[in-house]
């Protein structure tokens, strides 16, 4: 079978945005110094709050050491996606992109794990009639859910002006009810499962 | 698609948010969730008629709770090879017969039935709608959960998905809708009630994209014109639109109105559970656009159907309508009200309370929204105008520019009301989706013996896989935390 683009533009791997290494490296300099996080002072007594006397939000207390999520960390949960024809990742075929990723309200230490985020994240089919354009946005979507806290709200759609039936695709993605059913069918399922492989 | 803006939640410790300009006067409290944790996504709850008995549907399963214990009563398993999308009780049969349809994403839908008078042996101790119950929570331990229930059909037709299945109010038909684009009606046309001898009597294929839901119209006194079959069924659709359908007398299902309004897939409807004034009850329809929107159907006067007869009687309702639908057989159907937009994203759920007429929404915001129709005939000078504009439609010449029903305006024409917001409770199962929302009838120990199967509780199904009942209180003064 023919694929619908044998020649698409590749980025090169290492020319991509990522955070990845230096989260790494991070976290293991956090689990080495334990106690040092426990002993020190809460972030939000250094500046520019230090001024502040006892703040009385006692709720933040124990969430000084969470990151808030942001663009670049969705962006590398989905740009490790393999690409269903091509040997590639999303990343690399650009399909998923730093600037069409947004969150709101943006991302801050949120204190409340109830207040609703939304993530959304405009994909790039690599032709204007990929008919694979479903099938990327469904992996997109999937992985976040599975990946982002229970109070993220995913919504995935078409770039405008990059793909001849963008308002299929987007109420396709939109709708909860199909992407359940989906996930039920077997071999969707097993497409989806190659793709997201290569997330780590 | 829903509006690119997330609702901010407010700080969880005020529960009396004021996000609409309408102040609330009722609050939700929540009450003891259901036992046990389904730990999975479950999508729906329907109470029994008149038991004390929920069905939640949920996986490739279905738990019925009880309401008076508010634990599990029994389970319907290995039925489906996918998910239990929905579910119906069969109505009007004797205590101790239960029977379940279950609609699944494997594109079938089981009957299931439940006998049970071998089983307590107190038959006569039942009068009263109770004695199911009783008999239940005395020997639940006792009980295998499975054993009760037995698949005894499957409905096989659709090509997809099904979404949605329904009875009747009689129990003589049962509708199933899938993603495949059409309505099926059944019929159980054997001699006896477990005969299970069911046929398709109608194969609705109008609808343009996947069918979400179905309802049928409760038994009302209303005056529906004579020429139709008592029955009536909708459908809300993945293509915005929603179909009424009705059996023109010879056996022909066909389409009478087409209520186009939503700019989102509809998710589904429910019918107004006691219509007022006698008029034809009204449909509540609820949407990916993030509005609740209500319907009435135009009831015209004898005279004024004459005075209609030469009007083009298809020009404004669309193409999607057949050739074959008989222009006696149509329906005007106008959007009345729309419920004060207060979701932030996709409403999966609406319910109409049939004792005090409030509506319960909810959906991928979390949030439950409780409101409250007020005033009558609205005295507004808009109003006012608005009626002096059908009067004079109504006069003399009348062009009646065809293609422009939304405009003919009669003089008997539906109420205008008004919705306002009375409580606003977010994060009604924490940080999850809330697939659904239904009243129902209190039997639990909470409630006080002589309210038990009169008041009334919201019960809310959530992607968290907990079943949560909650109680409607009056707002007291001051809300303070």
């Known amino acids: 079978m023919d694929k619908d683009n044998a020649n698409p533009t590749i980025l090169n791997v290492s020319e991509l945005p990522t955070r990845r290494d230096r989260r790494k490296k991070a976290s293991r300099k956090a689990s080495e110094s334990k106690l040092d996080a426990i002993m020190r002072k809460p972030q939000y007594l250094s500046t520019p709050f230090c001024d502040i006397p006892w703040s009385d939000d006692t709720e933040s207390d124990d969430d000084f050491t969470v990151e808030p999520i942001d663009e670049q960390e969705v962006y590398d949960l989905i740009s490790t996606i393999s690409d269903p024809e091509h040997p590639l990742s999303l990343g690399q075929l650009a399909v998923v992109n730093l600037p069409d990723i947004h969150i709101s309200p943006s991302p801050s230490v949120a204190a409340d794990p109830n207040t609703l985020t939304r993530v959304l994240v405009k994909i790039t089919p690599t032709i204007t009639h990929c008919s694979l354009a479903t099938v990327i946005g469904l992996g997109v979507r999937v992985r976040l859910e599975k990946a982002l806290p229970p109070n993220y709200r995913v919504d995935v759609m078409i770039k405008e002006g990059t793909h001849s039936q963008d308002d299929q695709v987007n109420k396709q993605l939109a709708d909860k009810e199909r992407v359940a059913a989906a996930l039920e069918n077997v071999t969707l399922k097993g497409v989806l499962d190659k793709m997201l492989e290569t997330c780590v | ?481």
């Open chain 2, 1 to 481: 698609m829903p509006p690119p803006e997330v609702g901010v939640e407010e700080d969880p410790s005020t529960t009396t948010t004021t996000t609409t300009a309408t102040t609330p006067t009722s609050k939700l409290h929540a009450l003891p969730v259901f036992k046990p944790d389904l730990y999975e996504r479950a999508w729906q709850s329907i109470p029994h008629p008149t038991l004390p008995l929920l069905a939640t549907a949920h996986q490739k399963s279905v738990t019925v709770f009880s309401l008076a214990t508010l634990t599990s009563h029994s389970s319907l398993a290995n039925g489906h090879e996918r998910s239990v999308r929905s579910t119906t009780w069969k109505p009007n049969l004797p205590p101790h017969k239960l029977c379940l349809v279950t609609g699944s994403f494997d594109s079938t839908a089981g009957l299931w039935r439940w006998d049970d008078t071998g089983a307590g042996g107190d038959a006569d101790s039942d009068s009263d709608g109770l004695g199911l119950e009783v008999e239940v929570t005395a020997s639940d331990k006792a009980r295998d959960d499975d054993k009760d229930w037995e698949l005894i059909v499957v409905l096989d037709g659709h090509d997809s998905e099904i979404k949605s299945v329904a009875f009747s109010p009689s129990g003589q038909y049962l509708a199933t809708c899938s993603r495949d684009k059409s309505v099926w009606i059944w019929e159980d046309v054997g001699a006896a009630e477990a005969d299970d001898d069911w046929e398709t009597v109608a194969v609705l294929n109008e609808h343009e994209g996947d069918v979400k839901a179905v309802a049928w119209c409760p038994e009302t006194t209303a005056t529906a014109r004579g020429r139709y079959g008592t029955d009536v069924l909708a459908s809300a659709s993945y293509d915005n639109t929603v179909r009424v359908w009705r059996e023109d007398g010879d056996g022909e299902w066909v389409c009478v109105a087409v209520l186009e309004g939503h700019e989102g897939t509809v998710w589904g409807l429910q019918w107004e559970p006691i219509s007022r004034d006698g008029r034809f009850p009204r449909l509540m329809t609820w949407s990916a656009d993030c509005t609740v929107r209500i319907w009435s159907l135009q009831e015209e006067d004898e005279e004024e159907e004459e005075q209609e007869a030469p009007r083009h009687a298809w020009g404004g309702i669309g193409s999607g309508i057949p050739s074959t639908m008989r222009r006696s057989l149509k329906e005007e159907w106008e959007c009345t009200a729309t419920l004060p937009k207060v979701h932030t994203r996709d409403i999966y759920s609406a319910a109409w309370s049939a004792s005090t007429g409030r509506v319960a929404s909810t959906g991928s915001d979390g949030t439950i929204i409780l409101y409250e129709e007020t005033g009558d005939e609205s005295t507004t000078a808009d109003t006012h105008a608005d009626d002096e504009i059908a009067a004079a439609e109504l006069d003399g010449d009348v062009p009646m520019t065809n293609g422009h029903p939304e405009k003919t305006k009669k003089k008997k024409g539906p109420l205008k009301r008004t919705w306002k917001v009375i409580s606003n409770t977010p994060n009604g199962h924490g940080p999850y989706e809330i697939n659904h929302v239904v009243w129902c009838k209190r039997y639990d120990t909470g409630c006080p013996p002589e309210k038990r199967g009169i008041e009334e509780m919201l019960v809310t199904t959530g992607d968290d896989g907990i079943v949560r009942p909650w109680e409607v209180m009056k707002e007291e003064t001051e809300q303070s935390s």
